[in-house]
Each structure stands twice: as structure tokens, then as C-alpha cells.
DNA sequence: TGAAAAATCAGACTAAAGTATGAGGGCTTG
DNA sequence: CAAGCCCTCATACTTTAGTCTGATTTTTCA
């Protein structure tokens, strides 16, 4: 019965050679045409408009990393900017941060030469426009 | 000369018909392959954000009255404090004034008092959060 | 692994900022 | 017209901010 049934197939595809040769191509070259689509073709861009309220969370997120670079302020310096915008005076932040009134009058001033400005306040008033804090 | 063209070709036609008919079934599924390629593959989402033109100028600028006479600030303290957020030095502010230091000192601490702050920095905060000042 | 950048700190100094007090003049209002 | 508010100014003082110099340690990166 085995056998049989071996034959069975065996004349199956012998009958069948040319369709089942013919299937082989079409699968082949079905999936070299989706490989020359997805080569070939550009991307697909779906554009999603979303109206927002002028607020600028995300996009001064953008711009912030711009500016950030273009200063060169480092994180440290950014922090205690951002600090600095709150309203606190140095000493408070150098406990926030567990360092030292020094090290605070230091960022500050490199803050203020990256900036290019004088004052805290300027500071503040930059980094705001820039997008750099918020 | 014609005919025997024509009968080469047919020839020709007839000596290679699996060839030909393989080669248009790969072509009709080459295109299939394309075709379920563009319709299958999942576009890319694209976010534009676009930032309406601020709405709520009017809100705002009814807190602005309401918060400023809840403070009791007067017109020349709200003017010192205004030329304050923007960075500007007491000795600045005094000049473009056109008054003392001392003048825009007692003003400053007075805005100070009435905002219930210590610093200008915080003042600057305030009347932001407040919107007393933009 | 060695140089550069970043973070930390200190001391000494100058410049602002902020506080406190007092005082004079202008303006409105009951 | 006196009381109250606002604006002005001064002086004296304390505190905070900011600069400069120089140094050590940590981190980062080629």
C-alpha cells in the first residue's frame, strides 16, 4: 500500500511537471518582484497633521537639542541651569545638587560665557528663547 | 525571403515554448510580487505637528489684570519688573528709566514683597506663572 | 593608554543685588 | 485739607552673584 501510494505520487508530479515547474517560477520571481518593490520603491510616508495649541512642548524638545549642541553646554551645566530658571540662588542649588557654592559659581559662569551673556537673568531669558529649557 | 522569416520565427517559437511561457509567467508574477508588495507594506507615519496661532490671547490677558491687581504691583513697579525679566541690570534699568539706582531698588524690593519672593530671578517665575508678564 | 573634556573645589576679589530706614513731592479722595 | 498712595531719592549695610586663577579627580574617547 505504501508503495502504491508512492507511485501514486510519483506519476502525480511526473503528470504534472510542467505546472508544478511553472508553479516554482511563479513563486520565485512573486517574491522577487516584493524584494524589487521594497528595494526600489521610496518609502511610504503617511503624513498625520496634528493642529495643537502653541504651547511648544515638542517641538522647543527639538530645537533644544539643536541649541544645546550649537552652545556646547553640557548636562551638568544644563542642569543647573534649569535650576537657576526656577528662581533659585546658587547656594540653593549647590545643595540640591550636593556640591559645593563653588562648583555652582563655576557652571553659572560657563553658562554665562557659552550664552555669551552677563547675568543670570540673561541666561534665563536666552535659554527660554533658544528652547533650550523650557 | 519573407516567408522564411516568418517560418524561422515560428521555429523558434515553437522549439522554446516552456522557455517562453516560464519567462511570462515569471513576468506576470514579478509584477504580482510588486503589485502585493506597494499594497501590503505598511506606510510610514509621518507626525507634522503644526502650531495653531495662539488662541487664548484673550484669557491670558484677563489673568494679566486679575493677578496683577491681586498683587497691588503699580504701573512703574510692573514696568521695572517687565524690563527686569528681560535680563536687564537695576543700573540698566535705572538709565533707560531715566531715574536712580535707588529708585529702581526700592521698586524691585517692593515687586519683590508683593510677588512674596526673595530674588528677581523667582519674581521673573512668578509673574510668568502668573501671567502678569509674558 | 594617553589626551581631552568635564566635574569638582578653594580663595580672593569686585560687582551687583537686596534690605532697612527715612524723607520729600505729587496726586487723588473723602 | 489731611490721609493715603505712588514715585522719587539717599545712605548704610548685608547678602548674593560673578570673575579669575589654579588645582585635582573623573570620565570619555580615539
Known amino acids: 500500500m505504501f508503495l502504491m501510494k508512492w507511485l501514486e505520487w510519483r506519476f502525480l508530479i511526473l503528470s504534472h511537471a510542467f505546472e508544478i515547474y511553472a508553479g516554482i517560477i511563479a513563486f520565485i520571481f512573486t517574491g522577487l518582484g516584493i524584494w524589487l ?8 510616508i503617511k503624513v498625520v497633521t496634528i493642529e495643537k495649541e502653541y504651547s511648544g512642548s515638542r517641538e522647543s524638545f527639538a530645537i533644544n537639542q539643536e541649541a544645546l549642541t550649537q552652545t556646547g553646554i ?13 528662581g533659585l540662588s546658587n547656594q540653593e542649588i549647590a545643595q540640591r545638587l550636593f556640591v559645593s557654592l563653588s562648583t555652582i559659581k563655576t557652571h553659572s559662569s560657563n553658562v554665562f560665557f557659552k550664552l555669551e551673556v552677563q547675568r543670570r537673568t540673561q541666561a534665563i531669558e536666552k535659554a527660554k528663547r533658544l528652547g533650550i529649557i523650557n
Chains 1, 2 share one sequence.
Open 74 to 86: 553640557s548636562a551638568r551645566e544644563l542642569e543647573v541651569l534649569e535650576l537657576m530658571a526656577t
Open 37 to 44: 518593490a521594497m528595494k526600489l520603491s521610496k518609502p511610504k
